[in-house]
């Protein structure tokens, strides 16, 4: 009798084992995850400008008034071209004591050195030659430009919604095929690309090309999980 009773109960156990192990695979079953990928070309259209101005001075009191000086200048060329209205920003100056090695060896004061960092953006990348010839009559400067995106957010945007898309189609056909309706999205991956513009930014800087700007590639690249349900 005893025997009989474990044969039963091991009988059960093993239905109930083998019914959640249907479950499990029922619920592996309601989700499906897919990639989709969309990209477009882009041409930049923004010019971000830093000027930068350094004046060396035995008296502290000269290398920040000719440092002064300069700044006005800037300023005030930059009041006569056409550029991003509100993005002028004037560094606050930095002072340094600069020293220089002896003939017996020892380091002594030479200067004080008044450096100011102005930034700015242009919406023309055409006028670029403009901005740095009003730059140049102003003042003795050092300047550097690079070509940019005035909204990349937007464009990214609407690459994750074609790229969510495109996973959603590829999903729907497979959850059609197996017989599932496709569900809700449970959960989303993103990996964006913008290594080749930024690459190409770098080269135009590292080899002083500020023509114009040039077409680049930009990606986004999602995973999405979608929920299933049985017909």
């Known amino acids: 009798m005893a025997r009989r009773t474990t044969i039963f109960f091991l009988f059960i156990f093993l239905l109930i084992l083998g019914g959640c192990g249907k479950e499990q ?3 592996r079953m309601r989700s499906i995850g897919m990639a989709g990928v969309a990209d477009t070309l882009v041409v930049p259209d923004l010019v971000v400008w830093t000027v930068k101005m350094n004046d060396l001075d035995p008296l502290l009191v000269e290398a920040k008034r000719a ?3 300069k700044l006005a200048a800037v300023l005030d060329a930059l009041a006569k071209i056409d550029i991003v209205e509100g993005s002028v920003r004037a560094g606050p100056a930095r002072i340094e004591r600069q020293f220089r090695r002896c003939d017996d060896g020892v380091n002594r004061f030479s200067h004080f050195s008044v450096r100011r960092t102005v930034t700015f953006q242009q919406n023309d990348p055409e ?3 403009k901005a740095l010839d009003a730059l140049v009559s102003a003042a003795d400067i050092e300047s550097s430009c690079y070509f940019d995106l005035s909204d990349t957010e937007s464009i990214m945007k609407m690459l994750r919604t074609r790229a969510i898309d495109q996973a959603r189609e590829k999903a729907e056909s497979l959850a059609t095929h197996v017989g599932l309706d496709l569900g809700v999205i449970t959960g989303v991956s993103v ?9 190409q930014r770098q080269l135009n800087d590292m080899n002083g090309n500020v023509s114009g700007p040039q077409a680049q590639l930009l990606s986004s690249q999602v995973r999405v999980n979608f929920a299933t349900l049985y017909r």
């Open 25 to 27: 695979e029922r619920a």
């Open 191 to 199: 990996q964006e690309n913008l290594d080749p513009y930024r690459r």
């Open 67 to 69: 440092n002064d000086e």
């Open 127 to 129: 006028a670029v030659e």
